[in-house]
């Protein structure tokens, strides 16, 4: 029995850290621009489709890795420029309506490329599952909790510790008054895009070792991910993290201790009653930002 | 306060056109090929629902592929009498839904009958439609549910080896080795349920006891916990009744987490993409299948050899790739409809009478004898068992 759990406890903390490195990049875009990407989940998927496409070519797989994190900040830059930008000034709601669009666009271009096929990428070190206490540890999940720390560390020292970091976060509070002070919103508004390009196509490449790879994976790994940075509350990023690795033990004790068939079941109720009873968490960071 | 409520408005309108908008964009099944006929007599109109994007495209994609290939060769020939076929594919996504708007749209565009769908939750969604219609239906899926109880399945009729059949293989291996305590897996959808059904039915009464029962969705990334409980069971052998991806992921689990006892899979994964995906841990499955997959192995006195060999030389010719049992399905259907059009003509009730009658039609999914207790026609010889080894399917009987 003992084993048992440890076992569920290793799946959910695998579980956990894909969705906290994805609820990590939401959290992230939120922050800066106040606005809820939904195609946060097409950039993890084209990042890893690349990688499947670049490691086809005999790359190996640490250069796979950057080349196709920094194409994907790209598209992430070029797409704010092409549409967040010409809408800017427009509200919340019609943005979020736009990253609905690009995240159905991005789908559609996914598809066309690399069709309905699903892909396998290679795990980043060579060897199988480790043996821990009797319950067996994928290496890969060592792989992304390693990302989400670097990640995390990276946006604490940047929003904590840096004027820049300062100066974008007050931009969320007030707009008007960043201006005053001379911060190009615009600006920030491009780099958060390319942030949220790369962080989403560092997460695919390593996910994807774990969950495989579709061109319509994800829808669900956003929603999965938003209810992660949702139970977190949405602006905090150590909470998206929390938020995610909660979510994935829930899902794995539920499903092997109770049914497999309640799992989603209950992490939409655990999002319900986050809702319900803590709506600082979402709710309340919306309405800081209207203010 | 009267601006707020203006604002309030707008954003509603907004908010229901988004609404609206998704709807529409999930709701419509998408035309994925039309292959126009020429010739001077008038073409026969058939319409073909596949799961060529979504959860099965692994099933679908296969089946468009080989289609397309048979139309084209047959209406070089001269077509059914004559009559070129005009061919219409619709894509439905691996969704229930948007299967049903297919099989309509088709239905409406005078198809004198519908092959698919590809997977059993899809298949089941038209049979609805074809029924009240009354037009033939030709299947690629498994369940044996899609065509049981033929008095309320009189439209429809499938190609695929019905679980039953496999599950009764299994079963007989099973016993040959001595194994009688099971652990099954299946995945949360029709194709899953049939195979818990079938395997519940046939275990009753044969001293095997399923000792463990899970299940998994269609989209989980991890089976890890479903697979501890079978560790923890005293299980001698895992049956698991899934497709890819998610049946790889599961082999890849099955390996990582150290179980040692023999695992069985349905001919669900009969395709090299479940190998490739499971990345080395598929070796010493063991499922029942079709004998396309073993073509090379299988005796040369068996009466489906020359029929396989020559669809694995059309189709890699075409495609420069092995065919699999999935596209066999689709050539199945196609010539069992084929048949029917040359003696019934473009007549629905006489098509459909004539596929009941079909007797000993050498397929690739096996020999092929309706009745009309039987709508599928198949009977075990059509399957045999394969090993992987080494990334490659093994007959071991």
């Known amino acids: 029995m003992e084993e048992q759990l440890l076992q569920l406890l290793f799946t959910g903390l695998t579980l956990g850290s894909i969705y906290s490195i994805i609820a990590l990049t939401l959290v992230t875009t939120f922050n800066v621009t106040g606005i809820l990407n939904l195609a946060q989940g097409e950039f993890v998927v084209i990042g890893a489709l690349l990688a499947v496409s670049l490691q086809g070519t005999g790359m190996p797989m640490i250069a796979v890795f950057i080349v196709s994190v920094i194409l994907v900040a790209i598209l992430g830059g070029l797409l704010e420029r092409l549409t967040i ?49 009797g319950a067996a540890l994928n290496p890969q999940s060592i792989w992304i909790f390693a990302l989400v720390g670097v990640t995390l560390t990276g946006l604490y020292g940047f929003f904590g510790h840096t004027f820049w970091g300062k100066a974008v976060k007050a931009s969320v509070y007030n707009q008007t008054g960043a201006r005053l002070q001379g911060i190009n919103l615009n600006t920030i508004s491009f780099l958060a895009f390319v942030a949220a390009g790369g962080l989403g196509a560092a997460a695919g490449v390593s996910i994807g070792p774990i969950t495989m790879v579709t061109y319509d994976m994800g829808f669900m790994l956003g929603v999965k991910g938003f209810v992660a940075a949702a139970i977190g ?57 209207k203010i | 306060m009267r601006k707020i409520t203006m604002r309030l408005k707008s954003k509603l309108w907004l908010a229901l056109l988004l609404v609206l908008s998704l709807l529409i964009s999930a709701c419509s099944p998408t035309k994925e090929a039309d292959v126009k006929s020429t010739g001077g007599n008038e073409p026969y109109k058939i319409g073909a629902v596949l799961d060529i994007s979504g959860n099965s495209s692994s099933l679908g994609v296969p089946e468009r592929d080989t289609l397309l290939m048979m139309v084209e060769k047959l209406n070089a020939n001269g077509g059914v009498k004559g009559h070129p076929i005009d061919l219409t594919i619709m894509d439905n996504k691996s969704d229930e839904t948007e299967s049903v708007l297919a099989v309509k749209t088709l239905i409406e565009k005078g198809a004198l009958a519908i092959l698919g769908a590809s997977s059993s939750g899809t298949s089941m969604a038209m049979i609805k439609t074809v029924e009240s219609e009354k037009v033939p239906m030709i299947s690629l899926a498994a369940a044996s549910s899609i065509v049981e109880p033929t008095s309320e399945r009189e439209w429809v009729y499938k190609t695929a080896q019905s679980d039953i059949v496999m599950i009764n293989k299994i079963i007989s291996y099973l016993k040959k080795n001595n194994q009688n305590k099971i652990a099954f897996l299946y995945m949360n959808n029709s194709y899953g349920d049939n195979g818990k059904k079938a395997i519940s039915a046939a275990v009753k009464d044969s001293g095997i006891d399923i000792v463990a029962e899970e299940k998994f969705d269609a989209n989980d990334k991890d089976m890890t ?34 179980l040692s006892i023999p695992l069985i899979h349905s001919h669900g994964v009969g395709n090299q993409k479940f190998i490739e995906l499971a990345q080395g841990a598929a070796d010493g499955v063991i499922l029942p299948i079709g004998k396309l997959s073993v073509t090379q192995q299988i005796s040369d006195n068996d009466s489906q050899k020359k029929v396989l060999e020559s669809y694995i030389a059309d189709y890699s010719k075409k495609y420069n790739a092995e065919p699999n049992s999935f596209g066999g399905y689709a050539w199945d259907a196609f010539n069992l409809l084929v048949n029917a059009l040359e003696k019934a003509g473009p007549d629905r009730v006489a098509i459909r009478d004539e ?43």
């Open chain 1, 233 to 289: 509350g949405l602006s905090n990023v150590g909470g998206a993290v929390i938020g995610g690795i909660l979510l994935g033990i829930l899902e794995s004790f539920s499903s092997g201790l109770i049914s497999s068939g309640l799992k989603d079941a209950i992490s939409m109720i655990i999002l319900l009653g986050v809702l319900l009873f803590r709506p600082e968490g979402i709710i309340g960071a919306i309405r800081e930002r």
């Open chain 2, 225 to 258: 916990p479903q697979l501890t409980k079978v560790k923890a069971s005293e299980a001698q052998v895992a049956i698991v009744w899934a497709i890819p991806p998610s049946a790889s992921i599961l082999t890849k689990n099955f390996k990582d987490i150290g």
């Open chain 2, 355 to 397: 596929l009941e009658k079909t007797q000993g039609f050498v397929g690739i999914s096996g020999v092929f004898n309706m009745t009309p207790q039987d709508h599928n026609g198949l009977k075990e010889d059509s399957a045999v068992l394969v090993q992987v080894d080494q990334g490659k399917w093994k007959l071991i009987e």
């Open chain 1, 85 to 133: 930008y010409r809408a800017r000034g427009a509200s919340n709601l019609s943005m979020l309506i736009i990253t609905i669009g690009l995240s159905i666009s991005l789908r559609g271009l996914a598809l066309l490329i690399w069709g309905t096929e699903t892909y396998s990428l290679p795990a980043f070190s060579k060897g199988g599952s480790m043996v821990l206490g």
